[in-house]
């Protein structure tokens, strides 16, 4: 099993900022991909930025130039810095990982989000 613990969701004005944090726990060999994706009140889920672990990151068109996703390896968490944020960014946020247990099976796992409230 693997737990992903989401933190960072808060109510913020238009043009701030926020950093999002998602720590992966419990038993695996290693997490290969760790990403953000976000979902807004009657809209479907969309995928916001994905980071490998080697460090290879892609972002939705929506979120380039604003927001910045990294990783710490050695902790097994992803931040994603959000800068610039617009109403349209406001959603639950939800941590998504991929990777294998030690008997290299394949595992995708998602966190319970962190609101995210763009407002003035």
């Known amino acids: 099993q693997v737990q992903l613990a989401e933190s960072g969701g808060n109510l913020v004005q238009p043009g701030g900022s926020l950093r999002l944090s998602c720590a992966a726990s419990?038993?695996?060999?290693?997490?290969?991909?760790m990403g953000w994706f976000r979902q807004a009140p009657g809209k479907q889920r969309e995928w916001v930025a994905t980071?490998?672990?080697?460090?290879?990151?892609d972002y939705a068109d929506s979120v380039k130039g604003r927001f910045t996703i990294s990783r710490d390896n050695a902790k097994n968490t992803v931040y994603l810095q959000m800068n610039s944020l617009k109403p349209e960014d406001a959603a639950v946020y939800v941590c998504h990982a991929v990777g294998v247990y030690s008997d290299f099976q394949r595992f995708e796992y998602w966190g319970q989000g962190t609101q995210v409230t763009v407002s003035s």
């Open positions: 419990g038993s695996f060999a290693s997490i290969t991909t």
């Open positions: 980071v490998t672990t080697e460090g290879r990151t």
